[in-house]
């Protein structure tokens, strides 16, 4: 069964400093994708980044990227300068090929200025 | 183009009752999601329909809860016999496949 843990449950930044919000995952299959997605108090979903299990190279786009450690299964997402928008709760979520995309519990990000 | 669209935004309804919350999904996408998420907190998958596909339903919580999808696209979410532990946000989103996910805004559900 897949299984997604995000053990922060709160993380705090200054702006314009880099971020790492952890992600780690447990799966059998070897095909599988991860997800972060952004979460603002409008409610809001909005998708950030993806990595596929067989790609060979960290994700990234734009001040997001994925720091992928396939070994020790963890897809920890790194914001670089922070912003006073990002302040929001960001979520990880696997998905094994064809099955339903599962979520973490999340992490609430404040970046202060 | 048109987002995932959600219907009602808002429902207020009595315990006991019965509640259809409706999904129009993006045109063309082939995967349709249905999550729940009470406050502050995070996303509880309930059932997912891909094509053709029988719907994984090994997420709905209770046999009050049931969703169906008409000809590939819209989708109810059905409770019935409401409880206020049913109050949460319900999100629906779409996908081509296995990709990204799209999501609606959600329908706010308050059992009173």
């Known amino acids: 069964a897949q299984k997604i843990t995000q053990t922060q449950p709160g993380m705090f930044v200054q702006e314009k400093e880099a971020v790492t919000l952890d992600c780690t995952y447990d799966?059998?299959?070897?095909?599988?994708?991860l997800f972060w997605y952004k979460q603002p108090s409008s409610g809001e979903m909005i998708f950030l980044i993806y990595?596929?299990?067989?790609?060979?190279q960290n994700a990234t786009e734009g001040r997001y990227s994925l720091n992928f450690q396939k070994a020790r299964k963890s897809a920890n997402l790194v914001i670089s300068a922070s912003q006073l928008g990002d302040s929001a709760m960001y979520f990880c979520?696997?998905?094994?090929?064809?099955?339903?995309?599962?979520f973490g519990k999340g992490t609430t990000l404040s970046v202060s200025s | 183009g048109a987002g995932v669209s959600q219907s009602p935004s808002n429902k207020v309804t009595e315990k006991g009752k019965d509640v259809e919350l409706r999904c129009d999904p993006i045109?063309?996408?082939?995967?349709l999601y249905w999550y729940r998420q009470s406050l502050g907190q995070g996303l509880e998958f309930l059932i997912y329909?891909?094509?053709?596909?029988?719907?994984?339903k090994s997420g709905l919580p209770s046999d009050r809860f049931s969703a169906e999808r008409t000809g590939g696209s819209v989708s109810t979410l059905t409770i019935q016999r409401t409880q206020q532990e049913d109050s949460a946000v319900y999100l629906c989103?779409?996908?081509?496949?296995?990709?990204?996910?799209?999501f609606g805004n959600g329908t706010r559900l308050t059992v009173t």
């Open positions: 989103a779409s996908s081509l496949y296995d990709s990204a996910l799209h």
């Open positions: 799966t059998s299959d070897p095909s599988y994708g």
């Open positions: 990595q596929g299990s067989y790609d060979q």
């Open positions: 979520a696997m998905r094994e090929w064809g099955t339903a995309l599962i």
């Open positions: 045109s063309g996408h082939t995967a």
């Open positions: 329909f891909q094509g053709n596909s029988a719907p994984d």
